[in-house]
């Protein structure tokens, strides 16, 4: 089972693109997936996250500006992403939490937004 993140590119700042995350196997039913981004010199860093029953979180510095959805049937997240700036630059990379202690990453794709 693979995760695949997709959708990356560049972009000037203030607009906007959406990411994909491709699963397989139905193994997105009932499970958090995250959305997570990697910065140049930076630590990983959660961007979003949805539950299984679809309770989701943001982080603050991106609340009002990202959208995080799944399709749980398609084994699909997406990430829509508006009103980028250059502090969004980095990879992103979505991941399922497996269980408790482990997640399935996904490859991540990258993002980059001029000024």
Do not use: H
Not at 10 to 18: D, F
Not at 21 to 29: D, E, L, N
């Amino acid at each position: 089972v693979q995760l695949q993140a997709s959708g990356g590119g560049l972009v000037q700042a203030g607009e906007s693109l959406t990411l994909s995350c491709a699963g397989s196997g139905g193994i997105f039913s009932a499970k958090t997936l995250g959305w997570y981004r990697q910065a140049p010199g930076k630590e990983r860093e959660l961007v979003a996250s949805s539950t299984g029953d679809g309770a989701v979180v943001y982080a603050d510095s991106v609340k009002g500006r990202f959208t995080i959805s799944r399709e749980n049937a398609k084994d699909m997240s997406y990430l829509q992403m508006t009103r980028l700036n250059p502090e969004d630059t980095a990879v992103y990379y979505c991941a399922l939490d497996l269980n408790r202690t482990v997640k399935l990453w996904g490859k991540g794709t990258l993002v980059t937004v001029s000024s």
